[in-house]
């Protein structure tokens, strides 16, 4: 057994190893090869009307001469149209803009449903279940008409459910007690933010 | 004399706290004065828990924080001395610590770096937030129109953006993004498609209104605003508690696309800084160091301000001015050093989202290096006085609106009112092409100059055919119809957005004013810009342009004279000088046009400042009632101390509490009957000589305590604050020793002081009360109220209207 052609052979793997998974990343980022472009624009010459002319090439041939083909004129007026031409050359991330919008939609959704129940299935619930005269019994709420003020207090019967159950309840109540009075400062008495 | 040394201390010693001043103080501080003349003796020994990196349970963030002695209440000012105490006695007991093992010497370096890593953090969560709201509004501005067939998440560039279908006349057409008039009905052209498409982009827009406002009010109602003049509050001692939490920094982040996206005429630079904040508060609570103190806090949140001005400009030198100018009360070095980190950590995160496809950080990144003239500092000055007099008009009109909407009904239907607002606005914005699009690409737009290749109506100029300069040194040209099209539209957008933007700004949905003032001045600018251009070409026998414009060059460049403008009516807004200049020429990467706009910003200044000293920021504040001391108000009366101090000749006698001969009852009727936020304690009734000062906040909670815990303290036992209990009968029950919760350096003046160096100790020191003295006696005391009472009293304000302590 020979350390030496142990430590060889070992190298050998990792090389291995690193090429393949640089193989991997190289394909994985040039998927979106769309996600380059130069774009040419020419204006009208004579009478040739004016084009727009794109390619996904990189930005040392981002100029006339790579982009636009087929060329419209001939030898000699090349240069002159060229001159003409503008060209920029662009990058973007179409994977960015596709997470990025999936995500922000997602989070607006879960919102929009968190406030739907808030809002009006919370009391509906509570209504059903406990019939009209728990509602009269929210006190500190003189002239509020916010129906989820005590609503998580009546729902939650039970006291005998695990410790972190309780305590995410809580914590939601002290949540919304603290909108409740950012509420009343903000919207009722125009003491802050007005 | 005594008194007196003592006051020149702390004077002086505070000096060192904030920037403003050029003592060398370790030649005059030989000794520590902490020690000696800030004695909270005991305060560091009763907060025991001073963990290094607090990072706690984890189930401990669902339990209510139990308020201990040395937090403030909502809507109370902090003290800045005790939260500046506080860090240096943690900061000696961790180095002193350090040289006990390895372990402490590694805490105490972490310590240390623990400010760079919060900074750190507030970059980069700034920048992804900036670009994820970038992208959002990008596509969700698009979507009133039309949507994109092939991938749906694609704004109309974005979509267009493969397509071979573009043809160099319709530049933005490509079949795969359609109107949606041409997705339901199958026309695209026509007076039926025309309306279909009005009314569903009035549709969409209040759509986008509607849920912002109700995400507003029903999760976060803190988030409404721009959040500058709350911010600016908080920055000088204000405590505000929910305003920058994790469901504000949620809501304003979402609700901000929204609002940005209906089309309404605001901006979101400012609500960015709000964003920018929250994140920076969320961070604090990672480390103790800066959860528990609220001056170390404050510095943390002024670097976050400039990192949230970084990414929505794209400026972080900017920023970093911006935070220092507008938005910060005390800005020390070491903040300056590291607000330039966050703020370049920003926008290095922002730079690699890429939200606009070119590498630029905003979308009016403009290129053109043309000089301009010495005879054109005429126009631009112009511009400047154009700028004064707008912000002058929105100032006034929009806290007239404000108060309306604070005071009468107007106030009871924040919802109708937003819908109502983006009603009309889509309304009347679609007709005008330069009013549907976002605001951001209008600017856009107006700033860059018309190549040969412009298809827009605004570069509708008439070409020489035998034309055949390269595309960046096209001479002047004569307008063609669309130009002159395009000058009726453009007067009427201003018009509009003049108008729009006085009821828009303020209202219940985050919104900022960066960008409207910035469009009205830009549009401005253009006009008269093209104005000038067209009678430099027409006219270039006249002697002005003689001289420096030939026929044939280019002489003048409408978008220059459009940045002018939207310097100037900014300017004019926000009374902003330096940081002003530096993010325009950040945004526009100019360096030759630094003189125009430092012409514009200054003329703007001067003329906005002849009708009123307060720039929109702190005339909010007034509104509101906020207890901010600016730092740029002069007081130059002649009252004394004697004028200003409680209680007045028919009040009721100063409420105090003495030495040794209180009782616990006598106490708490004192807590129970008044509503002082402190009660200063004195040796005895007849003698009136000052011992200290103690809150009320800590009184409470001192006696709660003591009743829950401690045996034997009943209503009847006697409070004391001396070393050593009195001398009582052994039947009396067992006193009450609350000497560490006194603070026996409170600072006094005498009553003979002139108010203008009360008012400069208060806004130097960040005080919130002085206690006044006569001869060693107690006579009064002065509060911070007290003092901003008594300014708008001196500048025929109503005194009223200041609402907080």
């Given at each position: 057994w020979d350390p030496g052609q142990t430590v060889h052979l070992l190298f050998m793997y990792v090389c291995v190893m690193l090429h393949r998974t640089h193989n991997q990343m190289k394909t994985y980022l040039l998927?979106?090869?769309?996600?380059i472009r130069c774009k040419c624009i020419c204006p009208p010459y004579r009478d040739i009307e004016g084009q727009i002319y794109k390619q996904n090439v990189s930005l040392k041939d981002c100029n006339c001469l790579h982009v636009v083909e087929p060329m419209p004129v001939d030898g000699k007026d090349v240069e002159a149209y060229c001159l003409r031409c503008e060209c920029k050359y662009e990058e973007r991330s179409s994977g960015t803009i596709k997470v990025t919008i999936i995500m922000y939609l997602s989070i607006l959704g879960l919102l929009l449903l968190y406030m739907v129940y808030l809002t009006l299935l919370e009391p509906m619930l509570k209504r059903r279940l406990?019939?009209?005269?728990?509602?009269?019994?929210?006190?500190?709420?003189?002239?509020?008409?916010?129906?989820?003020?005590n609503a998580h207090n009546v729902l939650s019967r039970s006291h005998s459910r695990p410790n972190m159950l309780n305590k995410v309840e809580h914590a939601q109540q002290r949540w919304r007690r603290q909108v409740q009075e950012q509420r009343k400062s903000v919207f009722d008495r125009h003491v802050v933010l007005s | 004399m005594q008194q007196f040394i003592s006051l020149s201390y702390k004077y002086i010693f505070v000096m060192?706290?904030?920037?403003?001043t050029q003592f060398s103080l370790s030649d005059i501080l030989k000794i520590t004065p902490f020690d000696d003349v800030l004695t909270w003796s005991g305060v560091s020994a009763a907060t025991?828990?001073?963990?290094?990196?607090?990072?706690?349970?984890?189930?401990?963030?669902l339990d209510e924080p139990f308020p201990d002695v040395g937090t403030y209440e909502d809507f109370h000012t902090i003290d800045w001395l005790r939260e500046k105490s506080r860090d240096t006695d943690r900061h000696r007991k961790i180095t002193s610590k350090s040289k006990e093992s390895m372990w402490e010497l590694i805490k105490s370096l972490l310590d240390a770096w623990s400010g760079w890593v919060v900074m750190l953090l507030i970059g980069l969560l700034s920048g992804t937030l900036a670009g994820v709201i970038d992208l959002a509004v990008d596509w969700m501005t698009d979507l009133k129109e039309g949507v994109c067939l092939s991938a749906f998440w694609y704004s109309h560039e974005q979509c267009c953006w493969t397509s071979n279908e573009t043809t160099f006349d319709d530049r933005d057409k490509c079949p795969q993004w359609q109107k949606w008039a041409e997705l339901m009905t199958g026309h695209a052209e026509g007076a039926g498609a025309y309306v279909l498409n009005y009314f569903l982009y009035v549709l969409w827009a209040l759509l986008f209104s509607f849920l912002a406002v109700s995400l507003v009010r029903v999760f976060a109602p803190y988030a409404c605003g721009s959040g500058i003049p709350e911010i600016k509050t908080i920055l000088s001692g204000f405590i505000i508690r929910g305003y920058l939490g994790k469901w504000t920094l949620l809501i304003k982040t979402v609700t901000l696309v929204l609002a940005v996206s209906s089309g309404l005429s605001l901006g979101k630079e400012g609500p960015l800084v709000h964003v920018a904040c929250c994140c920076g508060n969320l961070f604090c609570s990672l480390f103790s160091k800066y959860s528990k103190n609220e001056g170390k806090r404050r510095e943390v949140l002024s670097a976050a301000a400039a990192a949230g001005v970084s990414v929505a400009f794209g400026a972080p030198i900017g920023g970093v001015l911006f935070s220092l100018e507008e938005v910060s009360y005390y800005f020390p070095l070491k903040t300056l050093w590291r607000s330039f980190f966050a703020a370049l950590v920003a926008a290095f995160t922002l730079r690699s989202i890429n939200p606009f496809g070119n590498s630029r950080l905003v979308l009016f990144y403009v290129e053109y290096h043309t000089p301009w003239y010495m005879a054109e500092l005429v126009p631009f000055i112009l511009l400047g006085v154009f700028g004064g007099l707008w912000g002058t008009l929105f100032i006034r009109a929009n806290i007239a609106w404000c108060r309306r909407r604070k005071t009468t009904q107007l106030g009871k239907y924040p919802v109708l009112e937003v819908i109502a607002v983006t009603g009309i606005t889509a309304v009347l914005a679609y007709p005008n092409p330069y009013t549907r699009r976002s605001t951001s690409e209008l600017i856009s737009e107006l700033f860059n100059d018309c190549g040969a290749l412009e298809s827009s109506q605004l570069c509708d100029y008439i070409n020489n055919p035998n034309m055949s300069r390269p595309v960046d040194d096209i001479p002047d040209r004569p307008a063609g119809p669309g130009v002159y099209n395009a000058l009726w539209q453009l007067a009427l957008a201003l018009i509009f957005k003049i108008v729009i933007t006085i009821f828009t700004f303020g209202m219940k949905i985050p919104s900022g004013l960066f960008i409207p003032s910035m469009a009205v001045g830009a549009i401005a600018g253009r006009i008269v810009g093209i104005a000038v251009e067209q009678m430099a070409y027409h006219h270039h026998d006249w002697i002005i342009f003689k001289n420096w414009c030939r026929p044939g060059a280019d002489c003048v460049t409408p978008g220059l004279y459009a940045m002018v403008g939207a310097a100037a009516c900014l300017g004019g807004v926000t009374r902003m000088t330096v940081s002003l200049v530096v993010i325009m020429f950040e945004l526009t990467g100019?360096?030759?046009?630094i003189v125009p706009l430092m012409a514009a910003a200054v003329t703007s200044k001067w003329v906005a400042d002849a009708f009123g000293k307060e720039g929109i920021y702190e005339s909010h504040i007034q509104l509101n009632g906020y207890p901010y001391l600016d730092v740029r108000d002069e007081f130059t009366h002649r009252t004394l101390a004697t004028d200003v101090?409680?209680?007045?000749?028919?009040?009721?006698p100063l409420a105090v509490l003495t030495q040794d001969s209180t009782t616990v009852e006598d106490v708490e009727t004192l807590i129970k009957d008044t509503d002082y936020n402190g009660f200063p304690v004195v040796v005895s009734r007849e003698s009136e000589r000052l011992i200290g000062f103690v809150q009320r906040r800590d009184l409470t909670l001192a006696i709660k305590n003591a009743r829950q815990k401690q045996d034997g303290v009943v209503s009847s036992s006697v409070v004391y604050f001396t070393e050593d209990a009195p001398q009582l009968l052994a039947s009396n029950p067992q006193p009450l020793k609350l000497r560490r919760i006194l603070n026996l350096s409170p600072f006094t003046v005498t009553d003979h002081t002139p108010m203008e160096t009360v008012v400069d100790i208060f806004r130097k020191l960040g005080l919130r009360q002085c206690l006044v003295t006569r001869s060693g006696r107690l006579l009064g005391i002065i509060t911070k109220k007290d003092v901003l009472r008594h300014m708008a009293q001196m500048m025929n304000q109503d005194p009223e209207s200041i609402m907080f302590n």
């Amino acid at each position: 057994w020979d350390p030496g052609q142990t430590v060889h052979l070992l190298f050998m793997y990792v090389c291995v190893m690193l090429h393949r998974t640089h193989n991997q990343m190289k394909t994985y980022l040039l998927q979106n090869s769309e996600d380059i472009r130069c774009k040419c624009i020419c204006p009208p010459y004579r009478d040739i009307e004016g084009q727009i002319y794109k390619q996904n090439v990189s930005l040392k041939d981002c100029n006339c001469l790579h982009v636009v083909e087929p060329m419209p004129v001939d030898g000699k007026d090349v240069e002159a149209y060229c001159l003409r031409c503008e060209c920029k050359y662009e990058e973007r991330s179409s994977g960015t803009i596709k997470v990025t919008i999936i995500m922000y939609l997602s989070i607006l959704g879960l919102l929009l449903l968190y406030m739907v129940y808030l809002t009006l299935l919370e009391p509906m619930l509570k209504r059903r279940l406990f019939g009209h005269s728990q509602l009269i019994q929210s006190d500190d709420d003189v002239g509020d008409q916010q129906p989820f003020a005590n609503a998580h207090n009546v729902l939650s019967r039970s006291h005998s459910r695990p410790n972190m159950l309780n305590k995410v309840e809580h914590a939601q109540q002290r949540w919304r007690r603290q909108v409740q009075e950012q509420r009343k400062s903000v919207f009722d008495r125009h003491v802050v933010l007005s | 004399m005594q008194q007196f040394i003592s006051l020149s201390y702390k004077y002086i010693f505070v000096m060192q706290f904030h920037a403003q001043t050029q003592f060398s103080l370790s030649d005059i501080l030989k000794i520590t004065p902490f020690d000696d003349v800030l004695t909270w003796s005991g305060v560091s020994a009763a907060t025991p828990t001073e963990e290094m990196n607090g990072a706690g349970n984890l189930m401990d963030f669902l339990d209510e924080p139990f308020p201990d002695v040395g937090t403030y209440e909502d809507f109370h000012t902090i003290d800045w001395l005790r939260e500046k105490s506080r860090d240096t006695d943690r900061h000696r007991k961790i180095t002193s610590k350090s040289k006990e093992s390895m372990w402490e010497l590694i805490k105490s370096l972490l310590d240390a770096w623990s400010g760079w890593v919060v900074m750190l953090l507030i970059g980069l969560l700034s920048g992804t937030l900036a670009g994820v709201i970038d992208l959002a509004v990008d596509w969700m501005t698009d979507l009133k129109e039309g949507v994109c067939l092939s991938a749906f998440w694609y704004s109309h560039e974005q979509c267009c953006w493969t397509s071979n279908e573009t043809t160099f006349d319709d530049r933005d057409k490509c079949p795969q993004w359609q109107k949606w008039a041409e997705l339901m009905t199958g026309h695209a052209e026509g007076a039926g498609a025309y309306v279909l498409n009005y009314f569903l982009y009035v549709l969409w827009a209040l759509l986008f209104s509607f849920l912002a406002v109700s995400l507003v009010r029903v999760f976060a109602p803190y988030a409404c605003g721009s959040g500058i003049p709350e911010i600016k509050t908080i920055l000088s001692g204000f405590i505000i508690r929910g305003y920058l939490g994790k469901w504000t920094l949620l809501i304003k982040t979402v609700t901000l696309v929204l609002a940005v996206s209906s089309g309404l005429s605001l901006g979101k630079e400012g609500p960015l800084v709000h964003v920018a904040c929250c994140c920076g508060n969320l961070f604090c609570s990672l480390f103790s160091k800066y959860s528990k103190n609220e001056g170390k806090r404050r510095e943390v949140l002024s670097a976050a301000a400039a990192a949230g001005v970084s990414v929505a400009f794209g400026a972080p030198i900017g920023g970093v001015l911006f935070s220092l100018e507008e938005v910060s009360y005390y800005f020390p070095l070491k903040t300056l050093w590291r607000s330039f980190f966050a703020a370049l950590v920003a926008a290095f995160t922002l730079r690699s989202i890429n939200p606009f496809g070119n590498s630029r950080l905003v979308l009016f990144y403009v290129e053109y290096h043309t000089p301009w003239y010495m005879a054109e500092l005429v126009p631009f000055i112009l511009l400047g006085v154009f700028g004064g007099l707008w912000g002058t008009l929105f100032i006034r009109a929009n806290i007239a609106w404000c108060r309306r909407r604070k005071t009468t009904q107007l106030g009871k239907y924040p919802v109708l009112e937003v819908i109502a607002v983006t009603g009309i606005t889509a309304v009347l914005a679609y007709p005008n092409p330069y009013t549907r699009r976002s605001t951001s690409e209008l600017i856009s737009e107006l700033f860059n100059d018309c190549g040969a290749l412009e298809s827009s109506q605004l570069c509708d100029y008439i070409n020489n055919p035998n034309m055949s300069r390269p595309v960046d040194d096209i001479p002047d040209r004569p307008a063609g119809p669309g130009v002159y099209n395009a000058l009726w539209q453009l007067a009427l957008a201003l018009i509009f957005k003049i108008v729009i933007t006085i009821f828009t700004f303020g209202m219940k949905i985050p919104s900022g004013l960066f960008i409207p003032s910035m469009a009205v001045g830009a549009i401005a600018g253009r006009i008269v810009g093209i104005a000038v251009e067209q009678m430099a070409y027409h006219h270039h026998d006249w002697i002005i342009f003689k001289n420096w414009c030939r026929p044939g060059a280019d002489c003048v460049t409408p978008g220059l004279y459009a940045m002018v403008g939207a310097a100037a009516c900014l300017g004019g807004v926000t009374r902003m000088t330096v940081s002003l200049v530096v993010i325009m020429f950040e945004l526009t990467g100019g360096l030759e046009y630094i003189v125009p706009l430092m012409a514009a910003a200054v003329t703007s200044k001067w003329v906005a400042d002849a009708f009123g000293k307060e720039g929109i920021y702190e005339s909010h504040i007034q509104l509101n009632g906020y207890p901010y001391l600016d730092v740029r108000d002069e007081f130059t009366h002649r009252t004394l101390a004697t004028d200003v101090m409680r209680p007045r000749r028919n009040d009721p006698p100063l409420a105090v509490l003495t030495q040794d001969s209180t009782t616990v009852e006598d106490v708490e009727t004192l807590i129970k009957d008044t509503d002082y936020n402190g009660f200063p304690v004195v040796v005895s009734r007849e003698s009136e000589r000052l011992i200290g000062f103690v809150q009320r906040r800590d009184l409470t909670l001192a006696i709660k305590n003591a009743r829950q815990k401690q045996d034997g303290v009943v209503s009847s036992s006697v409070v004391y604050f001396t070393e050593d209990a009195p001398q009582l009968l052994a039947s009396n029950p067992q006193p009450l020793k609350l000497r560490r919760i006194l603070n026996l350096s409170p600072f006094t003046v005498t009553d003979h002081t002139p108010m203008e160096t009360v008012v400069d100790i208060f806004r130097k020191l960040g005080l919130r009360q002085c206690l006044v003295t006569r001869s060693g006696r107690l006579l009064g005391i002065i509060t911070k109220k007290d003092v901003l009472r008594h300014m708008a009293q001196m500048m025929n304000q109503d005194p009223e209207s200041i609402m907080f302590n």
